[in-house]
């Protein structure tokens, strides 16, 4: 079992950046390198020139792209040396959070039972949910475990505005959030589903996924 990690007596997320981590980053160590290149691709019966641009490290590791193809960003890993960036999600452990069905908070595994995962959303998706809204919610957020839960309730700046604890008895992988590549720059903050012809020259950041037939067990609305 992994050990949760304070900083100043303030529980820090799984899934948070720490400072050691954003230097070594800017400086390139633990990044192999990460170079990145545009390449055209080349279609049956299109002139070369035509076809959609894809982004790709010029030295690609199994691991930077995930199983529906999309390309990962390198981050350096130094969990818990330096100050915390609790805004700054860590991009390896966020997609491992996601797809090994971790705590977001801890890192352990996250709680299930006979109504599904455990996870929690924000005020609007409570509203939403409280209103009889489509028992569907899209996020970025890994589930989280039992111990975890409250904790996250009682510290995250998104959760204390309102938050709803949901049971999920399955959630679908649905795209990515990350750069967008182009050769005249990039464009952060991009959001794009598995399946679109801009995840090719996309540079992930975090996984999403949808929730699907939620059930709230718990709800917490500000007035």
């Not at 609007?124 to 957020?141: F, K, M, Y």
Request: proline fraction near 8%; aromatic fraction near 8%; glycine fraction near 10%.
């Amino acid at each position: 079992m992994r050990e949760l990690i304070y900083y100043k007596g303030v529980p820090v997320p799984f899934m948070a950046t720490w400072s050691q981590e954003i230097t070594a980053a800017m400086t390139g160590a633990g990044t192999k390198g990460a170079k990145l290149r545009m390449t055209q691709a080349v279609l049956p019966g299109r002139k070369p020139g035509e076809g959609p641009l894809y982004v790709q490290y010029e030295d690609e590791y199994p691991g930077d792209r995930d199983a529906f193809g999309a390309l990962w960003q390198r981050f350096p890993l130094a969990q818990g040396k330096g100050e915390p960036h609790f805004a700054k999600v860590h991009p390896l452990r966020q997609r491992r959070a996601m797809t090994r069905h971790l705590c977001q908070v801890c890192g352990n595994p996250a709680d299930r039972n006979e109504d599904g995962w455990l996870w929690l959303v924000t005020v609007e998706d409570a509203h939403r949910l409280a209103n009889g809204g489509e028992p569907r919610v899209r996020t970025g957020n890994p589930p989280v475990c039992q111990r975890c839960c409250q904790l996250a309730r009682d510290y995250c700046p998104h959760l204390l505005k309102g938050n709803a604890v949901v049971r999920t008895r399955g959630y679908l992988p649905w795209g990515v959030y990350g750069i967008r590549a182009d050769p005249a720059g990039s464009t952060p903050g991009h959001t794009v589903a598995y399946g679109h012809p801009d995840i090719h020259r996309t540079i992930a950041g975090q996984m999403l996924v949808t929730l699907q037939d939620v059930q709230v067990t718990d709800l917490h609305l500000t007035a």
